[in-house]
């Protein structure tokens, strides 16, 4: 720094005088997981944010790297190529993909797109915690059902809870963070019922990992149901959570509304090209899915042979349903230097993550005793 430049002044405390909007004082922060932390002679694990546990391939590395000599351009602003590309790899038209900075993006931008002030928004709790923050961003009111005792959603109480006011339903599957995902017949069974001018968004950020026969696959519902949206991401089974980039499968017009609440250039050049790369890498990409929910059914055998209970998990991470006893074990999990995450006195979930990661989460588990 130069000595004539003035020394910059010390920063402004609070603004009183600013009007804000009451409704963020409501809100709660979104938190992110935890990092994880040394322990003396531990290979700490981060298994608090259900990421993949892999980095990117070399092929993904090297177009990253390429595209990054390019980011004194703008980025395309209408992501063509990427939805092109997304568009063959799913048999859909590319006007039929919205993409944002991540999906959870794209759900505030469909929230957006549906949503005037006092409208509502049905899901299931817990689910998502994103779900109830961008809805009262939004200016809407959160409608949130409870779970059943298997930790999965009660589709007729959720249609039960639709009302002239409804503009979007939010159905996680797999859901976050309690793993089972929802069934083709009752999903079936709750599209009946609800209105066609809702939005029902089926939330598959876990797909990839989804073996349970049963289970919804929320393109073949799509094709069916012109007020379906499907929402995806490349955060998790593609490795990419650090770029953000998620889409949205719609139909044509809703598709082109929530594009036209995207922030503009939103998703960077860098993103969009690793995104396509991956696509053409997808094969080498299952392997290590497979390698992952491989990992899962050991966890998941390893915890039923312990004589733990837990409710089924169809996703990349297991959920302990420990009430009161939450903060006990995710402190012994962080003892062990494994960084997991607690939903207060709900439960605990732990992302399915490197092997040896897994193989400690078994250990504690063991040590903790099952519940
Ligand atoms: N939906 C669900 C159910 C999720 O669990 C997450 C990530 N935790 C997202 C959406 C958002 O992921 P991203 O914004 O990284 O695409």
Known sequence: MSDDVQPVPAAPGSSPTVRLRQVLGRMPDYKPGKPATARPGLTPYKLSSNENPYGPLPS??????????????????????????????????????????????????IVQAACDAGDEVVFAWRSFEAYP????????????????????????????????????????????????SVHRAELDAFLDRVPSDVIVVIDEAYVEFVRDPESVRGLEVWRERPNVVVLRTFSKAFGLAGLRVGFAVAHRDVAAAIRKTATPFGVNSIAQAAAVASLDAFDELKERVESIVEERARVVQGLQDQGWKLPESDANFVWFPLGADSTAFAEACEEAGLMVRQYGDDGVRVT????????????????????
């Open 60 to 109: 993904v590395l090297s177009t990253i790297n390429e595209a990054a000599a390019s980011v004194n351009r703008y980025p395309d602003m209408a992501v063509v190529e990427l939805r092109e590309r997304l568009g063959r790899a799913l048999s859909v038209s590319a006007d039929c993909i919205a993409t944002g900075t991540g999906s959870v993006a794209v759900l505030a931008q």
């Open 133 to 180: 923050i961008v809805t009262q961003l939004a200016g809407a009111t959160p409608v949130m059902v409870g779970l059943d005792d298997q930790a999965r959603h009660r589709l007729d109480a959720m249609a039960d809870a639709v009302t002239e006011r409804t503009r979007v339903v939010l159905v996680c599957t797999p859901n976050n963070p309690t793993g089972p």
């Open 352 to 371: 399915i993550g490197e092997t040896e990661a897994n193989t400690r989460l078994l250990e504690v588990a063991e040590a903790f005793g099952a519940r």
